[in-house]
């Protein structure tokens, strides 16, 4: 469904991402937030399936920054290397591909930003910095370090109960700070519970945080 484009940041950095259009007119637009393992077959595949609901949607290669091309699976040595990576890029830069990407399919009409892991943190931190209409989160490991910042946008979180790199305190303390966040956690599941490459897939909490998500882009994207 997909095809790979270049796209510029502000900076003059090029870098490439994945975009999926859907069929007739989009409802609007989509940046989905890759893991810290690349665009790859899994996040291709997440992108398609927003498509699939009717948005123009778009996937950029964060990593591109550090290494071109980053496309890894999820075993020891991949996880290692997706730390390494994310280690050499830098947090202000991610946003402003990511800003990029949301002007990419700006011609959609109203643009969400999701992300997952990694990724989950960068639509925190776009929901802030990028200008988006509506964030969407999942298992984002730094937002709790970065509530000094304020949404410009409506914003939900999805946190697995058992995600032993997200102590529940940290999702509290989001929840102190920002009353105004949907924050969503699924009881028994783990960190990446809705990649299901992952031991971790939770089906069930997949669908229900799906269904949340798209009724809350319904809502405020179209």
């Not at 410009?152 to 995600?163: K, R, T, W």
Request: with cysteine; net charge negative.
């Amino acid at each position: 469904m997909g095809e790979t484009i270049e796209l510029t940041a502000s900076d003059g950095h090029t870098f490439s991402a994945y975009k999926a259009e859907p069929e007739g007119t989009p409802k609007g637009g989509i940046v989905v937030i890759q893991e810290i393992f690349g665009v790859n077959s899994h996040i291709r595949e997440v992108t398609d399936g927003f498509a699939a609901e009717g948005y123009l949607a778009i996937a950029p290669a964060l990593f591109d920054r550090a290494e071109r091309d980053v496309d890894l699976g999820y075993g020891p040595d991949d996880r290692d290397k997706g730390i390494a990576t994310r280690a050499n890029v830098e947090w202000d830069d991610a946003v402003k591909d990511t800003i990029a990407a949301k002007e990419a399919v700006a011609s959609a009409g109203k643009v969400g930003i999701v992300g997952y892991c990694y990724g989950g943190t960068i639509a925190w931190l776009g929901a802030c910095k990028g200008g988006f209409d509506a964030a969407s989160g999942y298992y984002g490991g730094g937002i709790h370090q970065n509530l000094d910042l304020d949404a410009g946008c409506p914003v939900q979180l999805h946190f697995g109960s058992e995600d032993q790199g997200i102590p529940q305190e940290n999702v509290d303390l989001i929840r102190e700070a920002k009353a105004d966040v949907d924050i969503f956690v699924y009881d028994g599941a783990g960190h990446g519970f809705i990649c299901d490459q992952r031991p971790s897939y939770d089906e069930a909490a997949t669908a229900t945080a799906r269904g949340r998500t798209l009724e809350f882009f319904g809502q405020h994207i179209g």
